[in-house]
Each structure stands twice: as structure tokens, then as C-alpha cells.
């Protein structure tokens, strides 16, 4: 055995478990595992769960509020700031400042992460060559999935469905747009779908989330999928507009999502800045409710999106904080929503962008994080700094907080 893990509070468990560990995958959970071990690690009755998982990310566009101008906040603003701001992106700048992201989040105990890469008539491929060389850098600490994303639509710019296909063809994993920015969003699903078809990977939407009265895009998608039989390979970003459903409404719109094998992401950092904007009172929270669509059996999951930037000026790519914030927002009250709002961020998380068994189980890769709680309600409640990470058995990051009271 390459490593134990003693003394481990488990989610849904009641007493102390330990957790054998060799090459890479999880070999037993027991009471008391009486092999030997090469390192053992003592959890000390802290919490042990599943590797953080970051569904949805914008590496490409992480710390660039030093370089942007806004007045009003609005999503149009950013929009067009971050287009200007592209003008200057060099493969070196967008490997700096996605190496800062990377390696918090590592540290923070995010195991894996979907970031979507831009591809548009200003940066063209120069993302994609910024970050597939970042993915073989860091896999020692994070399985990075890239999604190559049209931002700026595709019917609208002549030549961007080349570019798509030549970024897929560079190492893209996954392919996706947003819809709702394009003169002719259906077409670009359209197309989304058959680029996903010619390079057999999933797609991952951004969709349903300018705060306006253009109808649904989600049937569409829902049609397309079943259409061309890319069932739980599909996953779709923001979707605040299913916010301001009745009941009704959104009840069947969750199951038929459900029934396509579609994964719903809420982006509350994002969502709860740029959402409502014009409500003069009484203000829309602006966030998809992925507890409800969980309920109706929509995979669902949590992510940071963008990290301070126009879109988003606030964060540090701590996904456990997002699931605070979450919480907070559609008011999780009880002990199984707290643990569902932690699964959003890791096991269901995992599932929508295709990573399946990612909970604490034998024959799994092992990739956990020991954290300074000891129920769910706490971690989720205060997010703890003090965190051990582990990426397939080996120990590859550990966070210490240090407090210290001068008294007079």
C-alpha cells in the first residue's frame, strides 16, 4: 500500500474510516486497514472528500481588471472591453496569468477543470497554443479539459467555423459557444453540434443568460441532443433565465432536460453580478436553481467561471467558496442540501464534463482533499484554508492557516 489515510470523516458515514491507497487508486476504505503503508497520513477526524472539481473556467481571460476600463458593469460593456483587451494577448501573457489560476486551485484542492479557450477574428488560435501546452505541464496536480469556445458568435464572423475546427484538430477536448450573442443563435447551435459530431466530443454551451425576453435556446438543444444522440455528453453553462420560470414551467422544462442527459452548471459569482440589472427592486437573484433541476435528476454542478475580471471582478478560483456563495443564494438549509451543494463541486461536477466515478469508492483514482472541517455544513459554511491535496495517491499540495493574537 502507497498510502493510508487514518482517522477520515467520511460524507454520509458516521464514526472513523481509513483509506488505503495503491498506484494511483483507491484500494480499500475499512475501520482499521491493518496493511502497512509507505506514508501514512493522519486526517485527524477531519473531512475527506472528493477532489474539487472547476466545470467551468476562463483561464484565458483570469486578471485583466489592469488592463480594462468599465463604468456601467453591464455584460455588453464587458463584452466589449475584453474584445479591446485581446488585441494584446501573446501566449506568454495568457500562460502567466492562467499558471496563477492553476496553481491556487491546486492548492485549493481542484483535482480537475474544464476552462473554455476563445477562439475569435482577435485571438484567433493563440489561446489554444497558450493552454494545451499547460495541460501536459500540470497534469502532475490537475486533469485540465480545454473547450474550444466561440465568445463572439459564429454566423456573424466569417472563417471562425475553420478556426474552430483547426483548434479542435491543435488537441481541443470539448466544443461550445454562446448562442446568445450570435445574429442567428440556432445556426450556431447547429453548428456547434456538428463540429462536436466530426471530432466525436462533447459540447459544453454557455446558454439562457442575458437578462432579456428572448425565448428559451434550452428546447433547441434538448431537440439536438436527442437528435443526434449526444446524450450525457452535452453540458450547459449560466442558464439564469430558468430563474424566472413558475413552477410549472420549470418543472417540465427540468425533466425534459433530465430525460436528455443534459448537465445544467450555475455560475453563481457571475450570475448574481451581471443578472437583474434592470430590476429597480425587489431583485432577481439571477441563478439557475440546480436544486430543483437536481431533484427532477438533472446532473448539476458549480463552477467559478471568471476570475476577476470584466465579467466578473471578484474571486481566486476557490470552487469550495462558490458552493458557499450558493448556498447562501437559493438558501440550502439542511444538512442533505448542504451535501448536495457539495457534490455540485465535485462528484456531479465531475460527471457533467464527462469524468465518471469520482466519489471516494475502491477502484477509483484517488484524488481527495483532507479538509479542517468535520461535517459538510462546516466546510461549505466557512470554506477552511487549511487543506491537504492528493492527485492520484501522492500528496501534491497543503495549505497551514496561522493565526496569532498579540495581546497587550
Not at 482577435?122 to 479539459?145: C, D, F, K, M, S
Not at 453540434?193 to 466530426?198: L, N, P, T, V, Y
Not at 484517488?366 to 479538509?371: G, K, P, R, W
Amino acid at each position: 500500500m502507497d498510502l493510508k489515510i487514518t482517522n477520515a470523516q467520511l460524507i454520509g458515514r458516521s464514526h472513523l474510516w481509513e483509506i488505503g491507497i495503491t498506484d494511483g487508486k483507491i484500494a480499500a476504505i475499512a475501520d482499521f486497514l491493518p496493511e502497512p503503508a509507505t506514508t501514512t497520513v493522519d486526517a485527524q477526524g477531519k473531512l475527506v472528500i472528493p477532489g474539487l472539481v472547476d466545470a467551468h473556467i476562463h483561464l484565458d481571460k483570469a486578471y485583466l481588471l489592469d488592463r480594462v476600463r468599465w463604468q456601467t458593469g453591464t455584460f455588453r460593456e464587458a463584452l466589449q472591453e475584453t474584445l479591446a483587451a485581446k488585441q494584446g494577448f501573446t501566449v506568454a501573457d495568457i500562460q502567466a496569468r492562467s499558471r496563477r489560476v492553476i496553481e491556487q486551485a491546486i492548492a485549493f484542492g481542484t483535482t480537475a477543470m474544464r476552462s473554455h479557450v476563445e477562439v475569435d477574428p482577435v485571438v484567433q488560435l493563440t489561446g489554444i497554443n497558450a493552454l494545451l501546452p499547460l495541460r501536459q505541464e500540470y497534469a502532475w496536480g490537475i486533469t485540465l479539459q480545454l473547450a474550444i469556445f466561440a465568445q463572439e458568435g459564429i454566423t456573424n464572423h466569417p472563417g471562425i467555423e475553420t478556426l474552430l475546427r483547426q483548434a479542435m484538430s491543435l488537441g481541443g477536448d470539448v466544443i461550445g459557444s454562446a448562442p446568445y450573442v450570435d445574429p442567428d443563435p440556432e445556426q450556431n447551435i447547429r453548428i456547434v453540434f456538428e463540429i462536436a459530431q466530426e471530432f466525436n466530443c462533447d459540447v459544453d454551451f454557455h446558454l439562457d443568460f442575458l437578462d432579456d425576453d428572448a425565448p428559451l435556446l434550452l428546447p433547441m438543444v434538448i431537440a439536438e441532443t436527442q437528435k443526434r444522440g449526444w446524450q450525457q455528453r452535452v453540458c450547459l453553462g449560466h442558464m439564469t433565465k430558468l430563474g424566472g420560470l413558475p413552477p410549472d414551467a420549470l418543472n417540465a422544462i427540468a425533466t425534459a432536460t433530465a430525460d436528455a442527459g443534459i448537465a445544467i452548471l450555475a455560475l453563481p459569482s457571475t450570475d448574481l453580478y451581471m443578472m437583474a440589472r434592470r430590476d429597480t427592486h425587489n431583485v432577481r437573484r439571477g441563478i439557475a436553481p440546480v436544486h430543483t433541476l437536481a431533484d427532477h435528476g438533472v446532473t448539476v454542478g458549480v463552477a467559478t467561471n471568471n476570475v476577476q475580471n470584466l465579467f466578473t471582478p471578484f474571486g481566486d478560483g476557490d470552487v469550495l467558496k462558490m458552493c458557499t456563495l450558493l448556498a447562501q443564494t437559493l438558501q440550502l438549509s439542511t444538512i442533505a442540501r448542504h451535501e448536495q451543494c457539495l457534490a455540485m463541486a465535485t462528484t456531479q461536477a465531475a460527471r457533467a464534463i464527462g469524468l465518471p466515478n469520482h466519489d471516494i469508492a475502491p477502484g477509483n483514482v484517488a484524488d481527495l482533499v483532507i479538509l479542517s472541517a468535520t461535517s459538510v455544513t462546516e466546510a461549505i459554511g466557512a470554506a477552511p484554508i487549511a487543506r491537504t491535496v492528493i492527485k492520484q495517491g501522492k500528496m501534491i499540495a497543503q495549505s497551514k492557516l496561522e493565526q496569532i493574537l498579540f495581546a497587550s
